[in-house]
């Protein structure tokens, strides 16, 4: 993705009250935070956060954590989160390499994905959000029943992922190859769209999802 810098991003970050600038002090302790024992949900790639704002928005009795790198994109959800009254948004950033350092076992109720980036070039495979090292990392900090929920237009990532899930201690519980238009029930349901779906679906493009959970579970909670 081409980014455009913000001028002075990371430093309105860095003073944002919404945003976690050290955020390994909180490893077991994000309960703290939100002043209740809801659970958490975090975003990895938020970009701009529509998605996860929105969905802070619909479910005050559910915490959100938005993960991102770039500060020329995540200002831009701190800039309308300082427009809302809600309590249960926060933001990190920050490269989701490093949540392990920052999660606790069992911390983390669900994780979203939503049009992750490619890597396209197979020596980059580790960086791609659904590969093997990634799921090890989310095996490390979701809860028993967690899950994971997955959206992208891109085909030969979302066929990765497919192939790459079982590969590691989650397995694919649902999955559609095109989100919108069939309006599977199940995984359509509540759908919420984020900034680059809109644009997609707009073009055309079919939208794959899927959902994983832990071989020893399969369960969707
Ligand atoms: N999820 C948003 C959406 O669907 O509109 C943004 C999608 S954009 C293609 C992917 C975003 O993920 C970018 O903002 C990128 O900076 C972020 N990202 C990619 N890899 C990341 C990582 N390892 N840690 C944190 N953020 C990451």
Redesign the pocket.
């Known amino acids: 993705?081409r980014?455009r810098n913000v001028r002075g991003s990371r430093e309105a970050i860095a003073e944002s009250e919404y945003t976690i600038n050290l955020p390994a002090e909180y490893k077991g302790r994000w309960k703290e935070l939100f002043g209740n024992d809801n659970p958490i949900r975090i975003?990895?790639?938020?970009?701009?956060?529509?998605?996860i704002t929105e969905l802070a928005v619909n479910h005050p009795d559910i915490n959100y954590i938005g993960?991102?790198?770039?500060s020329s994109?995540?200002i831009r959800a701190v800039e309308k989160r300082k427009e809302l009254d809600i309590k249960n948004l926060f933001f990190i950033r920050?490269?989701?390499?490093e949540i392990c350092d920052v999660f606790d076992k069992e911390e983390i109720d669900r994780i979203y994905?939503?049009?992750?980036?490619p890597w396209p070039k197979d020596r980059h495979a580790k960086?791609r959000?659904t590969s093997r090292q990634f799921f090890s990392r989310y095996n490390e900090i979701l809860k028993t029943g967690g899950i994971v929920e997955f959206?992208t237009d891109n085909r030969p990532l979302f066929d990765f992922s497919m192939e790459e899930i079982p590969e590691t201690d989650f397995n694919v519980l649902a999955y559609t190859y095109n989100l919108h238009g069939e309006k599977d029930k199940r995984l359509f349901e509540g759908n919420v769209t984020?900034?680059?779906?809109?644009?997609f679906v707009i073009m055309g493009n079919p939208i794959c999802k899927l959902v994983a959970g832990r071989k020893s579970e399969n369960t969707i909670n």
């Open positions: 993705m980014l975003e990895i790639g938020m970009g701009k956060g529509k998605f993960i991102e790198k770039y994109v995540l920050m490269d989701a390499v994905l939503n049009f992750s980036d960086r959000l959206k984020t900034e680059y779906e809109e644009k």
